[in-house]
């Protein structure tokens, strides 16, 4: 399994399709995930500090594991198939939970646990943005060519 880091999340024009990115940690490559509003505003809102005055679905959910003294360890993303990306809750209890991968990650963000992937998911779907050093913005080529990847992709194709 392939750690991955949150790396936010874009909205892409014209369409304002959200587009969640995940990135493997130590390296260029990226996970794009079309995703839909709700889960967009969910991880934003988290990802922001910002607590809604009632509960929203994950939170309900994260109660819930809470009252039955179950932790969400980690989420995988374990198969993508026709542009369907599957993940799984791996609980503390040793169960594993099926899950869109935008709940799964909107879960995590919340609770600050890791999120993995599989190599095959990443050999599939990564896209890779080189940069000349650590830290350093990527080159307005490499930038380029991200964005025109992003922009032949039909959101259509991850429902």
Known sequence: ???LEFAGIRIQLPTNQPLLLLKQQHENL???LWIGAPEASAIAMSEQGLTPPRPMTHDLLLSVLEAMEVTLERIEIVAVQNAVFTAE???SNGKRVDSRSSDAVAL???VQCP???TEEVMNEAGVVIESSSEGEEAPEEQMREFREFLDNIDPDDFT
């Open 1 to 3: 399994m392939l750690d």
């Open 30 to 32: 990226f996970l794009p």
């Open 89 to 91: 809750l791996v609980l």
């Open 108 to 110: 995590a963000v919340r």
């Open 115 to 117: 999120i993995q992937c």
